[in-house]
């Protein structure tokens, strides 16, 4: 099992520029989480997946925020444009109803 | 959701030294799950524990769900427990989603 793989692990960009993160979750696994950490707000969930239909996505900070997950094994993250408050860590996790989450690695995004 | 709290927020330890954290909820959880975030980043999961007690080398956890606690154990600390510790947890009407606390940051010194 090559657990929770995102990419890219970083990713620089100039403010305006869209930015997609990717996420391929563990196979079986039916629930899918976007997740932002910064120092300041710390983990804040932007938005979940179960069996591939979103299902809370309260936690998107605004319409330059979408994501997808178009089959059971990938999902994306864009943000169109970016902005330099856009920079954080953003984390992609897997779950199992009765499992516990699995964390991916991580794309540490910078916008300049 | 509910409300996770973890206490303290902060921890200073010799290296050797023995250290206790906990989690309070706010609701009665049946998903429950302690995350380490080392000083690389990485979140790695150490126990997921919706109730009773588990161990795994110097690490221990034990959650009373009635009671909405869960504690994690460090014994004989080593500088690679540095880190951020994270508990997380769900209940029946949250589905498969967790709420996180706001951590316990904890550093070992040599």
Redesign the interface.
């Known amino acids: 099992d090559a657990g929770v793989i995102q990419s890219p692990r970083h990713e620089v960009t100039e403010m305006g520029q869209e930015v997609t993160l990717r996420c391929k979750p563990i196979s079986g696994h ?2 899918l ?1 976007w997740y932002r950490q910064t120092m300041m707000r ?2 804040e ?1 932007l938005i ?1 997946f ?1 069996n591939n239909v979103p ?2 996505d309260s936690g998107m900070p605004e319409d330059r925020f979408s994501a997808k997950m178009p089959n059971a094994s990938f999902s994306t993250l864009k943000i169109q444009p970016s902005e330099p408050r856009d920079s954080a ?1 953003y ?1 992609c ?1 897997s ?3 009765g ?5 991916g ?2 794309t ?1 995004l910078t916008v300049v | 959701g509910i409300q996770v709290e973890q206490s303290p927020p902060d921890l200073i330890l010799q290296e050797g030294a023995n250290s206790t954290l906990r989690c309070n909820f706010s609701d009665s959880v049946n ?1 429950l ?1 302690w ?1 380490h975030q080392n000083p690389w ?5 150490l126990f ?1 524990i919706p109730s009773g007690t588990k161990q795994n080398g110097r690490l221990s956890a034990t959650t009373v769900a009635t009671e909405r606690y869960s504690l994690l154990y460090i014994s004989s600390s080593q500088t690679t427990d540095s880190g951020v510790y ?1 508990c ?1 947890g769900g209940t029946a009407n949250t ?4 709420y ?1 606390g ?2 316990t940051s904890l550093t070992v010194i040599p």
């Open positions: 039916n629930s989480f710390g983990l969930l979940y179960n299902i809370d860590v984390f996790a779950s199992h109803t499992l516990g989450y699995t964390f690695s991580g540490r | 998903n799950q995350f980043g990485q979140l790695i999961n997921y994270f997380a589905g498969n989603q967790f996180f706001t951590g």
